[in-house]
């Protein structure tokens, strides 16, 4: 079967640095994505990774272990617009893109 | 003008009643999917097309039909509703010929069979 784990919730201070980590099992492997969805919006593209490695955009970085499954997006310098929930997903076996639950992220001042 | 385009946006209907719900893109791109979206369910394929002769189920199909009228429109039927259809539905695209599959999203449908 295919399968993608994430955290359910998660809350940081504004100004720190969160990482959400995401696993996965999927029948084939094309790419890995993350998300952004604010409430009552749809998602928004963040990153994209397919090669092992890092891949950073301004605050956000995104990491990928092929090998282990596994996958973590980092957040810096949290600000208060960064709350929302994060969604991890993999581009499988013929284009099938199959989403993890989502980690909703909560940040206090 | 929105790139994709749901209607409606949203819907209140009885059990039993047939429904659809229309996507259209204004993007070009080949691809176009139907996900539901439930609290601590994160999204769900239902089905999703790479061109209009070609349809695939999703992970999620049982109760739902899906119809490719031409490239850019995608509708999703559910012919009779019940409770626990009621979902946020999103309809999305992606573009062949880009390099990674990344997928563009209508504002959603939310839907509430009674």
């Known amino acids: 079967g295919q399968n993608i784990d994430q955290p359910t919730e998660m809350t940081a201070t504004e100004g720190a640095i969160v990482q959400i980590n995401c696993t996965y099992q999927t029948s084939g492997f094309n790419g890995l994505f993350w998300y952004q969805q604010h409430a009552g919006e749809a998602p928004t593209f963040l990153s994209y990774n397919v090669l092992d490695g890092l891949e950073e955009k301004g605050r956000f970085s995104s990491f990928l272990s092929r090998s282990k499954g596994y996958s973590y997006l980092l957040l810096k310098e949290l600000q208060m617009k960064d709350s929302a929930s994060y969604l991890c997903a993999v581009d499988s076996s013929a284009s099938k893109i199959i989403f993890g639950s989502g980690t909703r992220l909560s940040i206090r001042p | 003008d929105a790139d994709v385009t749901q209607t409606p946006r949203n819907r209140i209907t009885k059990t039993g009643k047939r429904i659809m719900l229309e996507c259209s893109q204004t993007k070009g791109h080949d691809r176009m999917y139907w996900y539901r979206q439930d609290p601590g369910l994160g999204l769900r394929l239902i089905y999703y097309?790479?061109?209009?002769?070609?349809?695939n189920k999703g992970e999620i199909s049982d109760g739902y039909s899906v119809s490719r009228q031409a490239q850019a429109k995608f509708s999703l039927s559910l012919e009779s509703a019940i409770p626990n259809q009621t979902a946020l539905y999103f309809c999305?695209?992606?573009?062949?010929?880009?390099?990674?599959?990344?997928?563009?999203f209508g504002a959603g449908s939310r839907l509430t069979v009674l």
């Open positions: 999305a695209t992606s573009d062949r010929e880009a390099g990674a599959n990344v997928l563009t």
């Open positions: 097309s790479f061109d209009v002769k070609d349809i």
